[in-house]
């Protein structure tokens, strides 16, 4: 006997072993088929799961139908409910990337930080007389007293970057030390120094950039960089 006609045979006697065992000839088969009598045992073992439940039940057992039914809608909806989740966890994920963004570039366009930067040059002369350095109210007036032709001083000054130049009149005795500062440019402190060479006035003892501490955000940092 094939296997799809021992099957055929149980299930017109709806698997119940009190009828299905006088089939000589199918129980003949079930003793060597390996597959059609595991079939049979699980069949016995879901009736007697469902009649189990049966004796719980308050109302009616349930059919083999309706616990395929009932399996299959549990199917689709654990499926349905995956998918739900997966959606969800990905819409989770985008508004999570979006609100890490959002406050990323509010902390750089917001948030300010202490920096220092370098605004300009100073001079360091030494070996100026005291009356000039006290006396010289500006580097027109100093370059006039250490005696640089008024020509000379007028062209110098016209072509630095920048016009208010501070002098800091330093330690003094016979002669005192001047501090030349707020130079914009190194083409200013080239300028000066050329000029102060050539004078012979004094010695120059040190060149050094000023820098300020300043606060603003990165946003804002990067932006004056990029336009300077």
């Not at 070996?127 to 032709?149: F, P, Q, T, Y």
Request: charged share 30%.
């Amino acid at each position: 006997m094939r296997c799809y006609r021992a099957r055929k045979r149980l299930s017109e006697a709806d698997w119940d072993y009190e009828v299905f065992s006088r089939d000589t000839a199918l129980m003949d088969h079930l003793s060597h088929c390996s597959k059609c009598a595991a079939l049979v045992k699980a069949e016995k073992a879901l009736r007697d799961d469902i009649s189990r439940v049966g004796s719980t039940a308050p109302e009616s057992q349930l059919s083999l139908a309706d616990i395929k039914v009932k399996a299959e809608t549990q199917s689709e909806t654990f499926t349905n409910r995956k998918k739900s989740a997966f959606l969800l966890g990905r819409r989770s994920f985008r508004v999570w990337v979006v609100g890490v963004a959002v406050v990323v570039l509010l902390f750089i366009a917001l948030v300010p930080f202490q920096y220092s930067e370098k605004v300009g040059y100073a001079i360091s002369i030494s070996g100026i007389d005291r009356s000039i350095a006290v006396d010289s109210k500006g580097i027109d007036h100093l370059l006039d007293n250490l005696g640089m032709e008024r020509s000379k001083s007028t062209a110098l000054l016209d072509s630095l970057d920048i016009k208010e130049i501070h002098l800091i009149v330093g330690e003094c005795s016979e002669t005192c030390h001047l501090k030349i500062s707020e130079l914009k440019s190194e083409k200013d402190v080239q300028l000066l120094i050329r000029a102060i060479i050539d004078l012979g006035c004094c010695e120059i003892d040190e060149v050094f950039p000023i820098f300020r501490n300043k606060s603003s955000s990165l946003l804002k940092q990067a932006t004056q960089k990029l336009l300077s």
